[in-house]
């Protein structure tokens, strides 16, 4: 009776442990509502006395990766979760320990906080062209190499713990600052090509659906990934074809010893004549698909 109250209680509650979600993408609802809890002892003494608050929200920025850094290093977790894992169990625990929980997001809620304080306060930045050239190739180049330094790992060539606890970090931090200086060079004036196409209509009026594919990219990617694999399983058209080869490699086989006997009794050259297959033991189908 208390295992059957205890699972009622945790239908209905958003969680962000892997094993009570119903729903793989609900993780985003707990997280998202953790941070905003949690914004409140950012905001309030961002208000009152503003390098308190900035201080409070580089520290816990901080914080932030070097727990993430630590639980990777801990656990010996994957650089990230793009990777198809061969085993549910193993994606889980990764989820569980590093992807699902609100530490892992708190660098990026922080980020926004102070992006958003610097508008606020500096609503007419100016910045030059060369500088604006130079943080536009640093934060597109830290983007790039976060991205494309994860291929040979997808491949399966995975790293040791303490790299893929640098990767994660370092990742972070890059993909906190280009979003960053998008948000800045947009508020500010400082690209008003890019701040027309990302204000367009249509994307208003996607932004939902927008926002389900963010949440929803998980499965998908795990899905992808897993398709590119081998299959775990064997379909009946491929049963069927392994049971006709087997069969046909077993008819040839005795064709051709019975003509060899033939041969050899007889004393002349192999013949191809028509002759009665005898009688063989049909291949026993029992045990696993790889010993068919």
Same mark, same amino acid.
């Given at each position: 009776?208390?295992?059957?109250?205890?699972?009622?209680?945790?239908?209905?509650?958003?969680?962000?442990?892997?094993?009570?979600?119903?729903?793989?993408?609900?993780?985003?609802?707990?997280?998202?509502?953790?941070?905003?809890?949690?914004? +409140?002892?950012?905001?309030?003494?961002?208000?009152?006395?503003?390098?308190?608050?900035?201080?409070?929200?580089? +520290?816990?920025?901080?914080?932030?990766?070097?727990?993430?850094?630590? =639980?990777? +290093?801990?656990? $010996?977790?994957?650089?990230?979760?793009?990777? #198809?894992?061969? @085993?549910?169990?193993?994606?889980?625990?990764?989820?569980?320990?590093?992807?699902?929980?609100?530490?892992? @997001?708190?660098?990026?809620?922080?980020?926004?906080?102070?992006?958003?304080?610097?508008? @606020?306060?500096?609503?007419?930045?100016?910045?030059?062209?060369?500088?604006?050239?130079?943080?536009?190739?640093?934060?597109?180049?830290?983007?790039?190499?976060?991205?494309?330094?994860?291929?040979?790992?997808?491949?399966?060539?995975?790293?040791?713990?303490?790299?893929? #606890?640098?990767?994660?970090?370092?990742?972070?931090?890059?993909?906190?600052?280009?979003?960053?200086?998008?948000?800045? =060079?947009?508020?500010?004036?400082? #690209?008003?090509?890019?701040?027309?196409?990302?204000?367009?209509?249509?994307?208003?009026?996607?932004?939902?659906?927008?926002?389900?594919?963010?949440?929803? @990219?998980?499965?998908?990617?795990?899905?992808?990934?897993?398709?590119?694999?081998?299959?775990?399983?064997?379909?009946?058209?491929?049963?069927?074809?392994?049971?006709?080869?087997?069969?046909?490699?077993?008819?040839? =086989? #005795?064709? +051709?010893?019975?003509?060899?006997?033939?041969?050899?009794?007889?004393?002349?050259?192999?013949?191809?004549?028509?002759? =009665?297959?005898?009688?063989? $033991?049909?291949?026993?189908?029992?045990?696993?698909? $790889?010993?068919?």
């Amino acid at each position: 009776m208390a295992e059957k109250s205890r699972a009622k209680s945790e239908r209905g509650k958003i969680s962000s442990e892997a094993v009570h979600q119903c729903l793989d993408h609900t993780w985003v609802f707990a997280v998202d509502a953790q941070l905003h809890i949690m914004a +409140v002892f950012i905001l309030i003494p961002l208000k009152m006395r503003p390098k308190v608050g900035l201080l409070v929200n580089f +520290v816990l920025a901080v914080a932030s990766l070097v727990s993430v850094a630590l =639980t990777n +290093v801990y656990y $010996d977790l994957p650089p990230n979760e793009a990777l #198809a894992f061969l @085993h549910v169990k193993d994606r889980y625990f990764y989820a569980e320990h590093s992807y699902y929980r609100m530490y892992s @997001h708190i660098g990026f809620y922080c980020t926004g906080v102070f992006v958003a304080y610097l508008v @606020h306060t500096h609503p007419t930045m100016k910045i030059s062209k060369k500088t604006s050239g130079f943080l536009w190739f640093v934060t597109l180049l830290g983007f790039w190499a976060s991205t494309c330094s994860v291929h040979t790992w997808r491949n399966g060539v995975m790293p040791s713990s303490l790299v893929a #606890a640098v990767y994660v970090t370092l990742s972070k931090v890059a993909l906190g600052v280009l979003l960053a200086w998008i948000s800045v =060079t947009c508020m500010t004036g400082q #690209a008003t090509g890019l701040k027309d196409v990302l204000s367009w209509r249509p994307f208003a009026f996607l932004a939902k659906l927008f926002f389900i594919a963010y949440i929803m @990219h998980v499965p998908i990617i795990n899905m992808v990934m897993s398709y590119k694999r081998e299959h775990f399983f064997i379909t009946d058209l491929e049963l069927l074809i392994r049971l006709k080869i087997k069969v046909e490699s077993k008819l040839n =086989t #005795a064709d +051709v010893q019975r003509c060899e006997v033939e041969d050899i009794i007889e004393d002349k050259p192999s013949s191809k004549s028509s002759i =009665t297959l005898p009688k063989f $033991d049909l291949p026993n189908f029992t045990g696993n698909v $790889d010993d068919w």
